[in-house]
């Protein structure tokens, strides 16, 4: 049963386009909602998150976007660099643990 | 250096053997994890720790088991190792309560024959 619902599995953006990942949940005592991002070879590093309490976070060109109601949030990635093709994973979180989404593979085209 | 460091890197083993993976790290974090990691799965919780004293069952626990053997240093065993453990796992830490970024070592990769 996976709790935290994560989509598309790949997706491929131009350069300099807006690259949109979704995530959903189902648990409404999860109490915070990072972003990891994960190069090749490497381990998920934090990129981003938020908390229920709020409805948008913006960083540089990432932004999340969190919809309590509909119990969904989404990574949004302005101006799409080849620097960002990465594996993302949406999480959330409970009792000090993360559950995390299945992942997106992003590849940015020059 | 680098603050989580996994050893080995990778490994590979025959399906019966014993095999130990180990974490450990220099940021003086209580709490320290053990993920494991398959394609179009993400990441799994196998078992956590939020301090020295302390192991807990993750998601996906049957088949490991960790030994937490100071604040710094913390193992992950698979007894018997089958094929379907074959993965990459990922071990992470994390200072707790407010602190919640957890940071991750760069990943054994396991195959299991």
């Known amino acids: 049963q996976q709790q935290v619902k994560q989509s598309p599995q790949s997706l491929i953006v131009q350069k300099g386009g807006i690259s949109i990942i979704n995530c959903a949940y189902e648990?409404?005592?999860?109490?915070?909602f990072p972003w990891y991002q994960q190069f090749p070879g490497k381990g998920p590093a934090l990129l981003i998150a938020?908390?229920?309490?709020?409805s948008e976070k913006k960083e540089g060109r990432f932004t999340i976007s969190f919809n309590k109601s509909a119990k969904q949030f989404s990574l949004h990635i302005m101006d799409s660099q080849p620097g960002d093709s990465a594996t993302y994973f949406c999480?959330?979180?409970?009792?000090?643990?993360?559950?995390f989404g299945q992942g997106t593979e992003l590849s940015v085209k020059p | 250096d680098a603050d989580v460091t996994q050893t080995p890197r990778n490994r590979i083993t025959k399906t019966g053997k014993r095999i130990m993976l180990e974490c450990s790290q220099t940021?003086?974090?209580?709490?320290m994890y053990w993920y494991r990691q398959d394609p179009g799965l993400g990441l799994r919780l196998i078992y956590y720790?939020?301090?020295?004293?302390?192991?807990n069952k993750g998601e996906i626990s049957d088949g490991y088991s960790v030994s937490r053997q100071a604040q710094a240093k913390f193992s992950l065993s698979l007894e018997s190792a089958i094929p379907n453990q074959t993965a990459l796992y990922f071990c992470?830490?994390?200072?707790?309560?407010?602190?919640?970024?957890?940071?991750f070592g760069p990943g054994t990769r396991l195959l299991v024959l």
């Open positions: 940021k003086g974090h209580d709490r």
């Open positions: 720790s939020f301090d020295v004293k302390d192991i």
């Open positions: 938020i908390r229920p309490d709020v």
């Open positions: 648990n409404t005592a999860f109490d915070y």
């Open positions: 999480a959330a979180r409970q009792g000090g643990k993360l559950i």
């Open positions: 992470a830490t994390s200072r707790g309560q407010a602190q919640e970024t957890q940071y």
